[in-house]
């Protein structure tokens, strides 16, 4: 399965939009937001896609019952903590936005989904701890470090990660 990975959007429609199209230009059947999403037109945008969606709260996020409520309408998993993606074969992806070291440190330790994905860094991630393999895409709104905003396409079926620049 070719997963979409986004993070950190801020409300930005306009960046969000064009992950999305980049995303589904490079196969993504799916498509899950790590955080911080900031708006409810972001996850308008989420349900719209034509994928299948999900988000997860960042601490940015403001009244994540009314996300949550908003995501429901959309068409679009959603969850304050942590969502999971059924990748099939009895493999999940697991998402939460990172900004809750601890229960990203559960995640990646129980060693239960061979994906941790997550954000609130504004930095990209790609490294093994055993079988997990923890994911960062990187930021739409203010990145950090040496790149620009980006997305990530992942392949599960192939293991293969790569970086979307927007």
């Known amino acids: 399965m070719k997963v979409g990975l986004v993070s950190d959007s801020h409300g930005d429609v306009r960046r969000l939009?064009?992950?999305?199209?980049a995303l589904a230009g490079r196969g993504a059947e799916a498509v899950v937001h790590c955080g911080d999403i900031g708006s409810a037109e972001c996850l308008g945008l989420l349900g719209g896609s034509g994928l299948v969606a999900a988000a997860v709260a960042g601490n940015m996020d403001r009244?994540?019952?009314?996300?949550a409520?908003?995501?429901?309408?959309?068409?679009?998993?959603?969850?304050?903590r942590q969502i999971e993606l059924d990748l099939g074969g009895g493999r999940h992806l697991a998402a939460t936005h990172g900004h809750d070291?601890?229960?990203?440190?559960?995640?990646?330790?129980?060693?239960?989904?061979p994906y941790v994905c997550h954000g609130h860094t504004h930095r990209r991630r790609d490294e093994r701890y055993g079988p997990?393999?923890?994911?960062n895409p990187g930021a739409l709104r203010h990145?950090?470090?040496?790149?620009g905003p980006s997305?990530?396409?992942l392949d599960t079926d192939a293991d293969t990660l790569d970086y979307v620049s927007l």
């Open 69 to 80: 409520a908003t995501a429901e309408r959309a068409g679009v998993q959603f969850s304050e």
């Open 17 to 21: 939009n064009a992950a999305l199209s």
């Open 63 to 67: 009244h994540p019952r009314r996300l």
């Open 151 to 153: 997305a990530a396409v």
């Open 143 to 147: 990145p950090r470090g040496h790149t």
């Open 132 to 135: 997990v393999r923890v994911i």
């Open 101 to 113: 070291a601890s229960l990203l440190e559960e995640l990646i330790r129980g060693q239960q989904f």
